[in-house]
């Protein structure tokens, strides 16, 4: 059972444009979201979370958007640099024990 | 540098065999998480531990045990390995016991090979 899912296995944009990275939860429960960059090699790193009681969170060029009635979140990014192409996992919480549950990832690939 | 540590970084092993792999999580943190990401996988949660307690636990095989020790250090132990236990085992750690406000720091993984 995915409690969390990310769709899209892989993205393809142009340096300067807009990326935008989808994610769906099941779980209502969940009130706590987070997204990870991970370069291969690495371990995840944490980039940008939101509250549910919040709609939008910012962070320069970092936004996440949350959708609780569709249960849908997104991270949008702009502008996409060449140094963001990574694998992104969106991570969700209802503050379980504190464990996280991840999607599958989006790998994103932004083209010079 | 997240400040996690984990050891080894790679091992390859044969069917059947025990192995085990450590985690130092970041100084002052007492919460230590183990995830598992096989192929085309996403991060699976395995197993929390918090102040050497067992916090949480996910879909961690009966083969697959671990603990955390007084000096806040952590091993997962995997035994009776089978082809498919062939993963990137993630330690990741936090000061917390859940995460209200924070999140997690994730070490480097261990790729554990089964042949």
């Known amino acids: 059972d995915q409690q969390v899912k990310q769709n899209s296995p892989s993205l393809s944009v142009q340096e300067g444009r807009i990326s935008i990275l989808n994610c769906d939860y099941t779980?209502?429960?969940?009130?706590?979201f987070l997204w990870y960059k991970k370069y291969p090699a690495e371990g995840p790193t944490f980039l940008i979370s939101i509250s549910s009681i919040k709609d939008k969170n910012e962070d320069g060029r970092f936004t996440v958007f949350l959708n609780k009635s569709a249960k849908h979140l997104s991270l949008h990014i702009v502008p996409s640099q060449p140094g963001d192409s990574a694998v992104y996992f969106c991570a969700a919480t209802g503050n379980q024990g504190g464990k996280l549950i991840f999607g599958q990832g989006t790998e994103l690939s932004v083209k010079p | 540098d997240s400040g996690v540590t984990q050891t080894p970084k790679h091992l390859i092993t044969a069917t059947g065999q025990r192995v085990t792999l450590r985690c130092s999580p970041r100084?002052?943190?007492?919460?230590v998480y183990w995830y598992q990401q096989s192929l085309d996988q996403g991060l699976q949660f395995l197993i929390q531990?918090?102040?050497?307690?067992?916090?949480a636990k996910g879909n961690i095989l009966e083969r697959f045990s671990a603990q955390q020790f007084p000096d806040l250090h952590s091993e997962l132990n995997l035994s009776s390995l089978e082809l498919g236990d062939s993963a990137l085992y993630f330690c990741a750690s936090s000061a917390a016991p859940g995460l209200i406000a924070g999140e997690l720091f994730f070490g480097e993984g261990s790729r554990l090979t089964v042949l």
């Open positions: 779980n209502s429960m969940f009130d706590y």
């Open positions: 100084s002052g943190d007492l919460s």
């Open positions: 531990y918090y102040n050497g307690e067992e916090r």
